[in-house]
Structures are given as structure tokens and as C-alpha cells.
């Protein structure tokens, strides 16, 4: 089920960083794919046993996919998708499985090509550079497995996959034959949480995450948790506040 947020329709949760944070911004296939990425992340981090403890988990879900702010022109969000996007932490390495799955690595790779979408395009002196490299690949004096550590490369590619559903369908296909997915892959308790349990963290509203086949989601939310310096400086200079949304 959609929802309106000022000229934003669809749930907030999933939907991409770039309209999250440019609700002008004109959809296009990007953000349709990312927004699968979003469904089986959340999914993942709500439902999946972990040993991560429960209210360390409600912290990380909320602050990846439920966090925004207000500004002058209406409500915007999507900083901590793109922050963990770009830097290529997608789901956030410090989630972990109670039993191992392919899924936390199937989520990985889809992800990784929205590194492009959210990092600057290479400079002209960074594709001089790299054209630089490739003539020594081309003659022999470096291995082409060189390139996979080059910048330019990753972005090219990124912005290569990122332009049709071939790669995206394929590489799912290929996820689903890798060994290792478990006999019973089944969900864990849903991840809820009720007020006598938010009034133990000092929130004085219910948080509840319910499942998106029972109606639209809905969270009540205070500021983010504290963010490592390496990963979510740009949050402190983007947010005006914490809202609440119902």
C-alpha cells in the first residue's frame, strides 16, 4: 500500500535514497532496482535471527531506513541509504546471521553497484590516470585483475550494471545455486517492540515495525543513535531534526 509524503508516493522504508533526499527528482529504473535492495535488506535485518541483540537491532533498522528531517520545502530522507551505499556497507557489516545463508552476500552484490550512483564521477585527470593503466594492461606489464582495484573501473562498471536488469536478474539466478542456503530459512519473531519496552530506552512512543503485507509501515522515532565518525559525519551537517512519522 502507498503513502503520500508531500510529493513522495510509496513506503518510505523502501523507496531510494535519490527520491528520499530529491523528492523532485524524476523516478527512473534505479531507483526501482534499489528499492528491491531496500525490501530484502530490511526484511533481512527485521526478520532474520542474528545474534545482535533486540534493541541494538531496532536502533540499526530504524536508523538505516526510517531516518529524515525537515526542511524548508517539506520532508526529506535518505542519507544513511546512500552513506551506506556509497561506501559500499550494504547490509551494514556489523549485522551479522545466527546461521549462515548466502543471503547477507546476495544482498552485498546487488548493492554494490549503487556505489556509483552515490559517489561523484571520476575527475578528468582520474580518467587520464586510468587510461594511463589500461595501456600497461594492454601491454602486459600489469595484470588485468589490476583494474578491479582501480576507481575508475569500479565506477564504470557500476554505472554499466546499473543500466539494465540483466546483471541484477543474473546475478540472483547465480545466488540461488551457491550451496549453503539453509533446510529451514525461516523468519525469527517479528521485530516489535511495545511501549513499556520503549520507556526502558527513554522513547516516550511506541516504535513498531509490522510487516509490509499488513498495511503500510509506521514508525514513531527519535534522533538516530550516535554515528561513527567514518560513516555518518554527513548526517551532522544535512539534518535539522528528528521528525516523527505516523
Not at 518510505?12 to 535492495?37: N, T
Not at 549503487?114 to 578528468?124: I, K
Request: net charge negative.
Amino acid at each position: 500500500m502507498s503513502t503520500y509524503y508531500g510529493d513522495i508516493k510509496g513506503t518510505w522504508q523502501f523507496m531510494s535514497a535519490a527520491l528520499l533526499e530529491k523528492p523532485g527528482h524524476s523516478h527512473v529504473f534505479e531507483d526501482d532496482v534499489e528499492s528491491f535492495v531496500h525490501v530484502l535488506g530490511w526484511t533481512a535485518l527485521s526478520y532474520l535471527p542474528s545474534p545482535m541483540d533486540r534493541y541494538s537491532r531496532m536502533d540499526l533498522v530504524s536508523y538505516l531506513y526510517d531516518h529524515s528531517w525537515k526542511t524548508s520545502s517539506g520532508e526529506k530522507g535518505g542519507l544513511v541509504k546512500a552513506l551506506h551505499l556509497e561506501v559500499g556497507d550494504y547490509p551494514p557489516e556489523e549485522f551479522t546471521l545466527t546461521e549462515p545463508s548466502p543471503i547477507l552476500e546476495l544482498i552485498w552484490d546487488i548493492a554494490s553497484p549503487f556505489r556509483a550512483r552515490y559517489n561523484d564521477p571520476p575527475t578528468e585527470a582520474q580518467l587520464r590516470r586510468f587510461e594511463d593503466f589500461k595501456a600497461l594492461v594492454s601491454n602486459g606489464q600489469l595484470d588485468e585483475e589490476s583494474l578491479n582495484d582501480q576507481l575508475v573501473h569500479r565506477y564504470q562498471l557500476g554505472i554499466h550494471r546499473l543500466s539494465s536488469s540483466e546483471w541484477f536478474l543474473g546475478t540472483i539466478q547465480d545466488a540461488l545455486q551457491r550451496p549453503g542456503w539453509p533446510a529451514k530459512d525461516g523468519g525469527g519473531a517479528k521485530l516489535t517492540i511495545c511501549t513499556e519496552d520503549t520507556a526502558r530506552q527513554g522513547v516516550g512512543t511506541d516504535f513498531l515495525l509490522i510487516s509490509a503485507s499488513s498495511g503500510p509501515l509506521k514508525r514513531s522515532t527519535t534522533l538516530p543513535p550516535p554515528a561513527p565518525q567514518d560513516k555518518r559525519s554527513r548526517l551532522d551537517d544535512s539534518s535539522e531534526g528528528g521528525v516523527t512519522r505516523e
